[in-house]
């Protein structure tokens, strides 16, 4: 059983960074893809960004520039660094590994 756990969300001004991270633990293999998405209030679940064991990336234009994924594939974890945040990034952060989902952390950005 796969498990993800999500940390590193908070308060932020506009403009300001967060880096996210999401441990996965259990047997999970050589190859996998890991997405990070979130849901803002009221709206459904959107992709953020998505990374491969080999280290291919994809983002959506909305995180295209701003957001970056990275993998430490020792450590079993996958981090989103976000920058030039903004009110509209206001969300519950998942991630999202096979079937499974991690509990989510809340970003919010607000001056």
């Known amino acids: 059983q796969v498990r993800l756990m999500e940390s590193g969300g908070g308060l932020v001004q506009p403009g300001g960074s967060l880096r996210l991270s999401c441990a996965a633990s259990?047997?999970?293999?050589?190859?996998?893809?890991m997405g990070w998405y979130r849901q803002p209030p009221g709206k459904q679940r959107e992709l953020v960004a998505r990374i491969t064991s080999g280290g291919s990336t994809t983002y959506p234009d909305s995180a295209l520039g701003r957001f970056i994924i990275s993998r430490d594939n020792a450590k079993n974890t996958v981090y989103l660094q976000m920058n030039s945040l903004q009110p509209e990034d206001t969300a519950v952060y998942y991630c999202n590994l096979f079937d499974q989902w991690g509990q989510g952390t809340q970003v919010t950005v607000s001056s």
């Open positions: 259990g047997i999970i293999g050589p190859i996998w893809v």
